[in-house]
């Protein structure tokens, strides 16, 4: 097989080959790189410990010191560890759901547990700064995890079930914490720093009536509408 391009950039490097007789290009494989340019044009603006962390994984730490060593929770330390088979002097990424996040290395793991030596520390929240909440009736099964995932990702920032005529899904505590894991699993996957809020049920109309008395920003008036001008020379004529 004849290899006959290679294209790269900040996260993957693509190999492609000329396909054989079909005359198709194919890709051949696909690994994670971050080469010198993309370092220097792809992320300029990230400060240097970030650069080289864009693709690596990312843990919660719900306090999360600015630095020395922080011990990962029973239920990261065994993603990271068993799962992920982290080692030590590996790097990550560590955020703690209220914007912060930190840049890290392994310095101890055994079965249970994962300590790490923090090397560096930013706030970067990765939302919008409008305020964005969303009332939505959820539905049964795994579609739940699709909403908040798709929720989570879209940046909304506060997620009210709501409790309709016609609901199927009623929400309890237990749900409740069951939601509020989806959303760390979805912000350490769109790599968002800030957890979205999930609050208990409620009823459409009390929804409703919250957002009508919450108080309004003040805007703008619109700017006068001024007609376009027509052209002069021949087609004016």
Same mark, same amino acid.
Request: aromatic content about 6%; charged content about 25%; glycine content about 6%.
């Given at each position: ?17 000329? &396909? ?14 971050? %080469? ?5 044009? /792809? ?11 864009? /693709? ?11 630095? &020395? ?27 703690? &759901? ?12 055994? $079965? ?22 969303? &009332?939505?009736?959820?539905?049964? /099964?795994?579609?739940? $995890? ?31 914490? $069951? ?17 979205? +809020? ?12 919250? %957002?009508?008395?919450?108080? $309004?920003? +003040? ?6 509408? %001024? ?8 087609? /004016?004529?």
């Amino acid at each position: 097989m004849a290899l006959t391009k290679a294209a790269t950039n900040f996260r993957w490097r693509t190999v492609v080959d000329a &396909g054989g007789n079909t005359g198709f290009p194919r890709i051949v494989r696909m690994t994670t790189v971050f %080469s010198s340019e993309a370092m220097q044009f /792809g992320h300029r603006s990230l400060p240097s410990p970030f650069r080289a962390s864009v /693709g690596l994984n990312r843990y919660y730490v719900p306090n999360l010191p600015r630095t &020395g060593e922080v011990q990962l929770t029973p239920d990261e330390a065994h993603h990271a560890v068993r799962v992920r088979r982290e080692e030590v002097g590996a790097p990550c990424i560590l955020f703690d &759901g209220h914007g912060n996040e930190a840049a890290a290395t392994f310095a101890r793991t055994d $079965k249970r547990e994962a300590v790490l030596q923090i090397d560096s520390f930013r706030f970067d929240p990765k939302v919008s700064s409008g305020i964005v909440t969303l &009332g939505v009736a959820m539905p049964k /099964g795994d579609r739940q $995890k699709d909403v908040i995932e798709k929720a989570v990702e879209l940046g909304v920032h506060r997620l009210v079930p709501i409790l309709t005529q016609r609901s199927v899904s009623i929400s309890d505590e237990s749900h409740l914490e $069951k939601w509020r894991r989806y959303v760390i699993e979805s912000c350490k996957q769109c790599e968002r720093n800030q957890l979205m +809020e999930i609050e208990t049920l409620k009823r459409f109309c009390d929804l409703i009536n919250k %957002s009508t008395a919450a108080p $309004k920003q +003040e805007s703008l008036p619109p700017a006068p509408f %001024s007609p376009p001008r027509p052209a002069s020379g021949r087609g /004016g004529r």
